[in-house]
């Protein structure tokens, strides 16, 4: 792993996740001799055909055939090697969710599944292309690990951390061409520990992968009207770190999660769950796609049409407190 | 339907290739599905203004022939037809893939407009047009399901699941068309998943017809016709051969227009191709 200077963090937020995630396996793949790369009928949508022609061996098309991808990944696992099979969020985990759990997670499998556009980015192609369901299906799954991160650092450093961890992860991958820079330098990323972005102590912002933009956004807002606002940059969904929650608990009055997934079984649902056993927790409210398939549009239209909008979260954040 | 000329739909097919266009340049930025669409012409003209049974002006009809894009990244061939056929007025061309509009990347269901099921997923919209037959069969009715899906789609282990079961419920009114184009989203078919698909489906049960040239009108409505006929009780699978991007100089066969943005330029070539081709 190397230190990413900043006109290489500049250009990546000018392509989108798809791009830095490209980059970093290619990069990746120089340092771990056993990490390899599947996917299915994917490579130049992903961003692989780098990787294809510098790794031609290590380098596997199953066809469009995404239950096997995850099989397939499982019996390389099996024999030592490191997968990282790559899909778009909309098709995986959803179609081969029992492979996951069968073969990954019931297995604690060393192999790592990538999904790029999850969320809603997919706007014009319509409600088969959003990724809304993926955090509440892995999630469900014992063993995976799940992350979201939030920026073209921090999705780098999650391709790199995840090899160093033993057992199948899960992460999606939001934030198209011109995503923000949240990390311009270097900082401290682990796996299951969340980052603070922002202090503050009336509200708190806690939000997951490309939310991270508008929740900080919101926060600016926030504090000009007076109002003290933490922002949390939860990227690891599981396991949750539940002591910055519990932190968050002690010094914050409200809550406010913010994701590009249903309301249900997501970091919203993840946060309310371990709340509910916290005595004197404060209230929560969520942020996220609902729970409906609603007209299509583009992205920008979609993230108001769910009220995922800065405007939108500070508003939210503002009535309820 | 079935008494239109074939110079009649050959003009159908010229129209609706421009249709495939003028949406697809609409969509600017977002991009459009224009090599599967275009690849996929003659099959849906044949089917919308031959071979089908079925009345635009009554989308609801029971007894109407359905028909399932399997292929849902197609749909621009899919809408074509609805609107030159008269289940989609010429109106809502101009809002293909904007905001709140229903002609979205894939299909959604959506009768009234004749849109039958929802696709986009690949190999699903097979299996459900596999039980469509199949509840024809226990209704005692008659009217047939036909399919459309892709060869790269045929990766897919939902498509051989739903295919042994077509073949043991012995569908004989169902037809499925494969679009063998030969390019899927990353590369050439042969190069991703290189299989005989005719024996395969032969393999699964299936009773199985091949189309020379697929993009050929006379051929494709030729093959439909006799499967439309058959009295074969078993599933019909016609492959047709077909150009993806057909009709289109710097889409044919290419591996670049499989899904894109169209600029200016490539629009003027695009409809200096179609004009010179009438
Ligand atoms: C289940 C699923 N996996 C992947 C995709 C992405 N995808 C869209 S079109 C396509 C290639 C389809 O190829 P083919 O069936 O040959 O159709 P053609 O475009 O050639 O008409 C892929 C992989 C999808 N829509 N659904």
């Known amino acids: 792993m190397s230190n990413i200077p900043l006109d290489k963090l500049q250009d990546w937020s000018k392509q989108g996740h798809r791009t830095v995630m490209g980059d970093s396996l290619v990069m990746l793949a120089a340092e771990k001799p056993e990490m390899v790369t599947v996917t299915a009928d994917l490579t130049p949508t992903a961003r692989l055909v780098d990787f294809q022609e510098k790794y031609p061996d290590r380098f596997f098309d199953v066809g469009i055939a995404e239950q096997n991808l995850i099989d397939f990944s499982a019996g390389l696992a099996v024999e030592g090697l490191i997968p990282y099979a790559v899909d778009m969020a909309a098709i995986v985990p959803m179609r081969p969710a029992e492979q996951m759990r069968m073969a990954l997670g019931y297995m604690n499998l060393n192999a790592k599944v990538i999904s790029i556009e999850a969320g809603v980015r997919f706007g014009p192609l319509g409600n088969t292309h959003y990724g809304m369901d993926d955090i509440a299906v892995t999630r469900a799954i014992p063993n995976f690990t799940v992350m979201s991160p939030s920026d073209p650092l921090s999705i780098y450093k999650t391709i790199f951390a995840i090899a160093e961890h033993d057992g199948p992860v899960y992460v999606r991958l939001t934030g198209g061409p011109g995503f923000p820079i949240m990390y311009p330098e270097d900082f401290d990323f682990q796996i299951g520990k969340a980052v603070e972005y922002k202090e503050g102590s009336q509200v708190a912002l806690i939000s997951t992968g490309s939310m991270l933009g508008p929740a900080a956004e919101a926060a600016g807002t926030l504090e000009a009207k007076g109002i003290s606002t933490r922002v949390v940059d939860m990227h690891t969904i599981k396991p949750l770190d539940t002591d910055m929650l519990d932190k968050v608990f002690a010094e914050n009055r409200l809550i406010v999660t913010v994701e590009e997934h249903n309301c249900i079984g997501g970091l919203g649902s993840a946060v309310a769950e371990y709340k509910a056993g916290v005595e004197g927790a404060p209230r929560q409210v969520m942020a996220s796609l609902g729970d409906e398939f609603k007209k299509i549009g583009d992205y920008k239209f979609k993230l108001k049409q769910s009220g995922l909008t800065a405007e939108d979260i500070a508003a939210l954040a503002e009535a309820n407190l | ?278």
């Open chain 2, 1 to 278: 339907m079935g008494t239109n000329t074939v110079e009649y739909i050959q003009e159908k097919c010229a129209v609706m290739r421009r249709d495939v266009i003028e949406m697809g340049y609409v969509a600017g930025g977002r991009g459009a599905h224009f090599g599967p669409a275009l690849s996929s012409i003659e099959i849906v003209a044949s089917l919308f203004f031959k071979v089908m049974n079925h009345d635009p002006k009554d989308p609801r009809w029971p007894e109407r022939d359905r028909f399932v894009q399997s292929k849902g990244h197609a749909c621009l061939s899919y809408y074509s037809a609805l609107i030159e056929s008269g289940y989609i007025d010429k109106k809502y061309m101009s809002t293909f893939k904007q905001d709140e509009s229903f002609l979205s990347g894939h299909p959604s269901r959506n009768i009234e407009h004749g849109i039958e099921i929802s696709s986009g997923s690949l190999g699903n919209g097979f299996g459900v047009a596999c039980g469509m037959a199949k509840a024809a069969k226990i209704k005692n009715e008659n009217h047939k399901v036909y399919c459309l899906v892709g060869d790269g789609e045929c990766n897919e282990g939902i498509i051989w699941e739903a295919a042994m079961n077509a073949a043991k419920n012995n569908l004989g009114n169902l037809v499925a068309i494969l679009d063998r184009n030969g390019v899927q989203l990353a590369g050439k078919t042969s190069d991703i998943m290189d299989v005989d698909l005719a024996a395969m489906w032969k393999a699964a049960g299936w009773d199985v017809a091949v189309v020379e040239d697929g993009n050929d009108l006379n051929q494709m409505i030729e093959a439909l016709e006799a499967m439309k006929n058959s009295t074969v009780e078993k599933p019909h699978m016609v492959i047709a051969n077909t150009t993806k991007g057909k009709g289109i100089s710097y889409m044919e066969g290419s591996l670049n227009w499989h899904a894109r943005a169209m600029d200016e330029e490539q629009y003027k070539q695009a409809v200096s191709d179609l004009e010179a081709a009438e």
